[in-house]
């Protein structure tokens, strides 16, 4: 079920087998699909990545952005009283301990609308039982789409519903430094780059 | 005036230098020295980890002080890992007392010297959570010596169950407090649950 990249390039279907779309404005990228719902719609396969005590501090209403990328998937959502996010990260449980198809759940606050970290997750790996690492990117101004360098390819993300983006990758991830490098590269809604960054993140709090 | 304005670049520039080495300090001590495999962990071993850490400051993803009582650096800006200031934050000093392993599956004992700079794979939130093989959630009532309770953001281990309902709880908990023990109600406030660790000998 893994996506297709035996040679190395860049790949042609995501996660779950769908066709991955080429950004035009970004060669040889892979957008990562994505769309907004209400947490009500998504049921069980928000509820099963909380923990109970959280489930009743997020609206039954509340916007969720779901995103299935080439390695990874995700749910982002605010909490009631819009003070902190949390996501929810796709794969496999090194440990177990949590069923497909989550492996780990974050809880970032919020202060002024804005992670203070980008609150690293390394407690996943892929479906080839690579380490698959998480973590959220506050879209500057202007931008509509994040790029992620992978191997072979940039995988794209659509800023959405006002939150913030939750990227993954398997490419610079340290799991005996409990740290992950990123490199980031925000565009606007047309495609232009705007910033380019490298986003080191360690595992704290 | 013209030596004046001379010496005045020359001081300016050497504060800029201190500036700028004022992060990426108290990590040029530390080492990434392997950890050492244990056969035992007794919560009386555990307690008394814990306990030297006291004062020895607090550093947001940090994991790496030394023994001389006080925070090297203190006062760093909250929630910045780059600061490479002294102390564990809560999350890393739990992981370290807990002796675990940076692998989530392990879930055997390993002892970290305070040196080595590490602070492991789990938020608070992810040991609420009871991730980790060596890891589980705990009744809140239940909870002992060297148990924790951890929220979303914070983690700190029961040094010492406490009259009057409260618990003193050993843990790294900010930049301005730093690592000590403190009385706390974590225990009957309902953004907390109890977590253990597996595998006590003692």
């Known amino acids: 079920m893994a996506a297709a990249c035996d040679s190395g390039g860049r790949p042609k279907e995501l996660l779950y087998g769908g066709k991955a779309s080429e950004f035009r404005p970004v060669r040889g990228s892979v957008i990562a699909v994505g769309r907004v719902l209400r947490r009500a719609a998504l049921g069980r396969r928000l509820d099963d990545c909380l923990l109970r005590g959280d489930r009743t501090t997020v609206a039954r209403d509340a916007l969720v952005a779901e995103r299935v990328g080439v390695d990874g998937e995700s749910l982002t959502f605010a909490n009631r009283n819009r003070t902190g996010v949390y996501a929810c990260d796709g794969g496999v449980d090194p440990a177990g301990e949590r069923r497909l198809p989550w492996c780990g759940a974050v809880f970032g606050e919020l202060e002024d609308g804005h992670l203070l970290d980008p609150r690293l997750d390394i407690n996943c790996r892929d479906r080839k039982g690579k380490p698959l690492a998480y973590a959220f990117v506050q879209p500057v101004a202007g931008a509509h789409w994040i790029g992620v360098e992978q191997d072979g390819y940039v995988e794209i993300y659509e800023a959405m519903a006002a939150l913030p983006v939750r990227i993954a990758s398997t490419r610079g991830v340290s799991t005996h430094e409990a740290s992950a490098t990123f490199e980031v590269t925000q565009y606007d809604v047309e495609g232009r780059e705007l910033v380019r960054s490298r986003l080191e993140a360690a595992v704290a709090g | ?202």
């Open chain 2, 1 to 202: 005036m013209r030596r004046f304005i001379v010496m005045l670049g020359i001081g300016l520039a050497l504060s800029a230098t201190t500036g700028a080495q004022a992060y990426h300090r108290f990590w040029a001590n530390c080492n990434d020295d392997a950890p050492t495999f244990m056969t035992t962990m007794t919560r009386d071993a555990a307690q008394d980890y814990a306990n030297a850490a006291r004062y020895e400051g607090y550093q947001w993803g940090g994991g790496c002080w030394n023994y001389d009582d006080a925070d090297s650096y203190p006062n760093d800006p909250p929630e910045v890992t780059s600061t490479h200031g002294e102390g564990g934050d809560c999350s890393g000093l739990t992981f370290k007392t807990w002796r675990e392993s940076t692998d989530t599956w392990r879930d055997g004992r390993y002892y970290w010297r305070a040196l080595r700079n590490v602070h492991g794979p789990y938020t608070a939130a992810s040991f609420r959570a009871g991730n980790g093989a060596p890891n589980h959630t705990v009744a809140k009532s239940t909870a002992g010596v060297m148990d924790a309770f951890a929220s979303n953001t914070h983690i700190g281990m029961v040094f010492m169950r406490s009259l009057y309902g409260g618990d003193q709880i050993v843990e790294a908990k900010c930049e301005a407090c730093g690592t000590n023990i403190f009385y706390r109600t974590y225990r009957s406030d309902s953004s907390y649950g109890g977590v253990g660790r597996w595998g006590w000998t003692g």
